[in-house]
C-alpha cells in the first residue's frame, strides 16, 4: 500500500511541458470543477464496488468522492509529473490507495481480477482506445463494471466542425487529449454492455472540450 508522496526525482521521467502541464491541470480544471464537474465524480464513483482501479489517474480529482469499504482502490498513472502530484494529494487523502506506474494499454492485472474500472478524462488522451477497452474487457470480472466520465465528439455539426479544424493544436496542448473522439460508440462497439448513459455540458470549459458523456458498462457474464 502506498499513501505518502513520492520522490521528486519521478518527475525527472516527465520532459517540460508534460511537468509544465502537470502543474496547471488543476487550476486549469477548478472552475469546470466548481461549476458541476466535481458532483458528476462524486455521482459516478459511489458506484464503485470492490477491488477498484483507476485508469490515468492524473493528479487525483477523484480521490476524494471514492466511497468507503472498497476491497483496493488501485490508481494507474502513466506519467512521472502527474504521479507525483498524484502521490501528494493521496497523502492528504483519507483513503488507501497505491499509486502504479501503468499504462492503461497493458495493466498489470491478470484476467477477471477486477470489479471496478474507471476511466475519466482518460479514453480521449490515449493514441488508440481499443486496445485500452480489450484491456478493461480483460481484466474485469464477470459483471463488473466500467465508469466512465469523458468528454466526447459534439453532435452539433458547428461545432464538431471547429473540433475537427483544433484537434491537433488542442493535442499538443493538452498532453495528447483527443478533442474530437467518438468516445461513447467505441465503448459501444467494445463488446461492454452499456448502461445508464447520460449527456451533459462541461460547464466553464473551452466549447471544444464541453460535450460530456457519464455512464457505466458492464462485462458480460
Known amino acids: 500500500m502506498s499513501s505518502g508522496a513520492a520522490p521528486a526525482a519521478a518527475a525527472e521521467g516527465s520532459d517540460l511541458w508534460a511537468r509544465a502541464f502537470a502543474t496547471l491541470y488543476d487550476p486549469l480544471l477548478w472552475m469546470g470543477e466548481k461549476a458541476g464537474m466535481g458532483a ?10 470492490g477491488r477498484t482501479v483507476e485508469l490515468g489517474s492524473g493528479t487525483g480529482l477523484n480521490l ?3 466511497p468507503d469499504g472498497l476491497d483496493e482502490l488501485i490508481l494507474t498513472e502513466p506519467e512521472a509529473a502527474m504521479r507525483t502530484r498524484l502521490a501528494r494529494r493521496l497523502g492528504r487523502s483519507r483513503h488507501h ?7 492503461a494499454e497493458k495493466l498489470p492485472f491478470a484476467d477477471e481480477t477486477v470489479d471496478t474500472v474507471v476511466s475519466t478524462l482518460v479514453l480521449c488522451t ?5 486496445p485500452v477497452l480489450r ?28 473540433q475537427d479544424r483544433l484537434a491537433e493544436p488542442w493535442r499538443r496542448f493538452a498532453e495528447g487529449c483527443h478533442c474530437n473522439r ?3 460508440e467505441l465503448i459501444r462497439a467494445s463488446g ?7 449527456e451533459m455540458p462541461w460547464r466553464a470549459m473551452p466549447p471544444i472540450v464541453r460535450p460530456l458523456i457519464m455512464g457505466v458498462a458492464t462485462k458480460n457474464g
Not at 97 to 103: C, G, I, N, T, W
Not at 126 to 130: A, Q
Open 40 to 49: 458528476r465524480r462524486r455521482n459516478l464513483l459511489s458506484r464503485a464496488r
Open 64 to 66: 476524494g468522492y471514492y
Open 97 to 103: 490507495a497505491r499509486v502504479l506506474d501503468a499504462s
Open 126 to 130: 490515449v493514441d488508440d482506445p481499443d
Open 135 to 162: 484491456e478493461i474487457e480483460r481484466v474485469l470480472r464477470p459483471r463488473g463494471r466500467l465508469l466512465f466520465l469523458e468528454h466526447v465528439r459534439s453532435e452539433s455539426p458547428r461545432l464538431s466542425a471547429w
Open 182 to 184: 467518438a468516445t461513447l
Open 192 to 198: 461492454l454492455e452499456l448502461e445508464d448513459v447520460q
